[in-house]
């Protein structure tokens, strides 16, 4: 049995935290040099494991220690992070990976081990998630991204060529043939402390529908133009937005308007037109699909009666992401071991994951440790020690169990 210190991850993650954050937060957005530098820090601990080291033509950093068996199981995270961002967020599945591959030194793994640092989970300098684990999984397309640019209006093929990656070549980066891939991250949400618990298993991700919807009416003089005879864009936005929170909850998803721009903006003007984005998540295909289908309704009925028009552009979708049964009974069998909970919680993920890509081509399962107050992308996202603690061991657990069942004769 592979030998592990859980206390080693929370001390690599202090340390990373010093070495790449501040007060202002984690300082590790994706292809800049502070990205690079947690990369090399990663490198040099990866040095004390019997791993070889390989970065793929996507840029996603891979460490192998050849087992007994063939079979693969995968363990990581990603170490990017968005900008004054939390000390956890990715980085806490990095360092319980690392920990894993140490606890082989010196020995053969019953089955092939393969860390994972995936490349530019977060997406927050170009807004493209999960770009590395796309690129991987067959399911990004160059050309879609190519126009990308961020705030300072460097494109991204040329920040990749800084970094030594082609955006044309990136999808030849092909997932090796994995038997399991396991993945410990911090829940991102409030569940978990609301209920007590420090660790779950996670069933899956949500699905996203997401997209910028365009009312436009009449710009008229705000105080001789009587309320009924009005076509404020604005205010159709602002029904709209409440609509579409309404359908959430009776759909059992969440519906989020997360950029309103209404114009012209003049104190003594009524808007002619406004833009907002709604980004719909759920569980399953017919919960998205009905809470998208109440709002295009919803956006009719509302422009119809304000007298102005409405228009949509798709921005972004992804279906919902079941995880493999059989992991998520061995994750909640391994929190139990860890908690002495009869019952572990189970839970879907609201927030994408690199796991959302792996689990389109392979057996996969995630692992939550809890979030104080729920809050991540953040400098002040933090998650109790204690509870740290029993998610790594229940990771570790994990791990045992799940090499334990790929290597059964």
């Known amino acids: 049995m592979p030998k592990f ?6 001390r690599d993650l202090k340390e990373l935290r010093e070495l790449t954050g501040d007060a202002d937060g984690a300082h590790r957005l994706a292809w800049t040099e502070d990205w690079r530098k947690a990369r090399e820090w990663l490198l040099r601990k990866l040095g004390e494991t019997d791993a070889t080291v390989e970065r793929d033509v996507a840029g996603n950093l891979w460490a192998t220690v050849p087992g007994e068996r063939e079979q693969i199981v995968v363990v990581g995270s990603h170490i990017d992070a968005v ?3 939390g000390w956890l967020d990715g980085c806490l599945g990095v360092c319980a990976a690392l920990e894993i591959l140490r606890g082989h030194k010196g020995e053969t793994p019953k089955v092939t081990l393969k860390l994972v640092d995936w490349a530019d989970e977060e997406g927050a300098r170009f807004g493209r998630s999960l770009l590395g684990s796309s690129a991987a999984a067959g399911t990004l397309d160059p050309d879609a991204v190519r126009n990308l640019r961020d705030a300072n209006g460097i494109a991204l093929p040329d920040a990749l060529a800084e970094n030594g990656i082609d955006l044309d070549t990136m999808t030849e980066a092909e997932l090796p043939d994995i038997a399991a891939y396991l993945e410990l991250h911090i829940e991102q949400g409030p569940r978990l402390e609301e209920m007590g618990k420090p660790a779950a298993a ?6 996203v529908e997401r997209h910028a919807i365009t009312f436009t009416g009449k710009a008229s003089h705000a105080g001789s133009t009587p309320m009924h005879l ?3 864009a604005f205010l159709a936005a602002a029904r709209f937005g409440l609509a579409a929170r309404e359908s959430a909850i009776e759909r059992g998803g969440v519906a989020t308007v997360g950029t309103v721009i209404a114009g012209p903006g003049v104190p003594t003007i009524i808007n002619e037109h406004c833009e907002v984005t709604l980004d719909q998540r759920a569980f399953t295909p017919e919960q998205l ?3 998208l289908a109440d709002a295009k309704t919803a ?7 304000e007298g102005v028009s409405v228009a949509w552009k798709r921005i972004w979708q992804i279906d919902p992401i079941p995880f493999d049964e059989r992991l998520v009974e061995l994750a909640a069998q391994a929190v139990a071991e860890v908690t002495g909970d009869d019952d572990p919680p189970r839970l879907p993920s609201g927030a994408l994951h690199d796991a959302a890509e792996v689990a389109r081509r392979a057996p996969t399962v995630m692992l939550f440790a809890s979030s104080t107050d729920g809050v991540s992308h953040s400098k002040v996202e933090d998650t109790p ?11 570790g657990r994990l791990y045992d169990l799940t090499a334990g069942m790929i290597s059964a004769p």
């Open 83 to 85: 900008p004054n961002g």
């Open 230 to 232: 009005r076509k404020d």
């Open 385 to 395: 020690e204690d509870d740290l603690r029993a998610a790594l061991q229940a990771y």
């Open 299 to 305: 956006a009719d009925e509302i422009a119809a009666e």
């Open 5 to 10: 210190d859980w206390e080693r991850p929370l």
């Open 202 to 207: 996670v069933i899956g991700c949500f699905g």
């Open 289 to 291: 699909r009905d809470m």
